[in-house]
């Protein structure tokens, strides 16, 4: 799995034009990994629109914590599945940062993702201070524990994105991610709807020249790539160079 998560960029006049030059690769060559783009929600019906020919599924950044009602500026789950969204991104690290969100706040939104009938791609990853201090362990396991919620899914999808990683150029060895699956799903093992393992997504300073060593690590399935996937070269040369 792919996902390009294009945080606060591009408009309809760029996406139209990534549209017709991503339409055109996939037009060629049929990518073993699913394709999945993360534009803001102005621009989701035009991907769907645009994209979903070929195969790319539309997916959104964040939705509210609440089902309904009166919360002005919000975007609910069942918004993002009226424009047919199949996945949602929940607790971000710029969100957890940025709009103080709890781990308890990103489970809620992740079951209403469920409740919708959409799969949440859950994020977790430890900050540079709790790296250097030795705490990553410990910090995976209580996102884990309390982020994700313990309902029966198709799939788990969380992404390990250690938040120093994010747009700094800097990736972790593969020792280091590979351990950070593993107690991901060590965690996820002991939720009771838990069955199979989880699809386990690396986002941090991914491109064209990392994907692949990234991708063959163990306990590794799938990029969640922001600043490579804005431009539309550099994210065929990814989903080119994976087959
Ligand atoms: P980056 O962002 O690829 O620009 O590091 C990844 C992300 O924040 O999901």
Avoid at 53 to 75: C, M, R, Y
Avoid at 183 to 209: D, M, P, R, T
């Amino acid at each position: 799995m792919i996902v390009a998560n294009w945080k606060m960029n591009m408009d309809t006049a760029s996406m139209a034009k990534f549209a017709v030059e991503l339409n055109w690769f996939l037009s060629i060559k049929q990518p073993k990994n699913e394709i999945i783009i993360a534009p803001p929600f102005t621009l989701i019906s035009m991907v769907k629109y645009l994209m979903s020919p070929l195969g790319v599924k539309a997916a959104a950044q964040n939705i509210s914590e609440f089902d309904l009602g009166a919360h002005t500026g919000e975007v609910s789950a069942k918004h993002a599945k009226d424009v047919s969204c199949e996945y949602i991104i929940v607790g971000h690290s710029e969100r957890r940062q940025n709009n103080n969100e709890t781990n308890s706040i990103v489970r809620q939104k992740a079951e209403l993702v469920a409740k919708h009938d959409m799969l949440p791609i859950v994020c977790v990853g430890e900050t540079l201070a709790e790296r250097e201090s030795g705490n990553t362990e410990k910090v995976l396991l209580k996102q884990v524990a309390e982020s994700v919620p313990d309902i029966r899914m198709d799939r788990f999808i969380i992404a390990y994105e250690p938040v120093w990683a994010i747009g700094t150029g800097k990736v972790p060895s593969n020792e280091d991610i590979s351990f950070a699956a593993k107690i991901i799903n060590a965690q996820l093992g002991k939720l009771n709807s838990f069955e199979n393992n989880a699809l386990i997504l690396y986002g941090g300073s991914v491109n064209s020249s990392n994907c692949q060593e990234i991708m063959q690590i163990s306990g590794i399935g799938g990029l969640l790539i922001g600043s490579a996937s804005l431009r539309s070269n550099e994210f065929i040369k990814i989903i080119d160079s994976l087959g």
